[in-house]
Structure formats: C-alpha cells, structure tokens
C-alpha cells in the first residue's frame, strides 16, 4: 500500500490545516492508519491514529483537543484536521497504514508509508 500525504503549508500560530491521506493504487480500508511528524533534528514521532473502520482514536498528548484524525473508507481517505496550530507543529507529516486493523501507536508496526508532507507554523 503506497500511501500520499497531502495539504501541508504555512500557516501562523492559531491557525488550521487539513491534512490528507490517500491510498491510490490499493484500498487500506481493513488497515489502522496514524499520522506521525519528523521535526528537524528529532526523531519521528507518533501524533494520532484510528483503527480501520474510524471506531477508536487516539492522539499523542500535545496534540489533544487541536487535531482530529477522521477516515472515510467510501473515498479510501484518512484526514488530520489541525487547529491552534503552534510553532512547535511544524515538522514534515507522514501517513502511514499499519499491519492491523486496530490503532496502534507504535511505529514499529506500520509498513506503508506516504512521502511526507511540510507543516510550517510561523508565531
């Protein structure tokens, strides 16, 4: 499953961006998908994931309450909605699907994923 992460850009504290994610060549529908983000100089890091059919969530916790992950399996997307973004937000997003159908915050068990994009959150 080759994954492409879409909708980043700049944007200044306070504000909101959606991210999406799509699976083109192959659905990912039966696959718990998660966001993860890769600041500059730091090691990749979990942010949100949801299991296959959008039933559970989770968020690392910097991130609860200001971003949304969501899934519709009809258009075989996955989305992160970003509000009261903060400069520390800014990190390269990549979406990726996982080899289980539940959400999973370790990133040892996702084996698809997308090339990544920009966030940049100016204060």
């Known amino acids: 499953v080759q994954l492409q992460a879409s909708g980043g850009g700049s944007v200044q504290a306070g504000g909101s961006l959606r991210l999406s994610c799509a699976a083109p060549?192959?659905?990912?529908?039966?696959?718990?998908v998660g966001w993860f983000r890769q600041a500059p100089g730091k090691e990749r890091e979990f942010v949100a994931g949801?299991?296959?059919?959008?039933?559970?969530?989770t968020y690392e916790d910097s991130v609860k309450g200001r971003f949304t992950i969501s899934r519709d399996n009809n258009k075989n997307m996955v989305y992160l909605q970003m509000n009261s973004l903060k400069s520390e937000d800014t990190a390269v997003y990549y979406c990726?699907?996982?080899?289980?159908?539940?959400?999973?915050?370790?990133?040892?068990?996702?084996?698809?994923w997308g090339q990544g994009t920009l966030v940049t959150v100016s204060s």
């Open positions: 990726a699907a996982a080899r289980t159908a539940a959400m999973t915050t370790q990133k040892a068990l996702y084996n698809y």
């Open positions: 060549r192959r659905t990912f529908t039966n696959n718990g």
């Open positions: 949801i299991s296959w059919n959008g039933g559970s969530t």
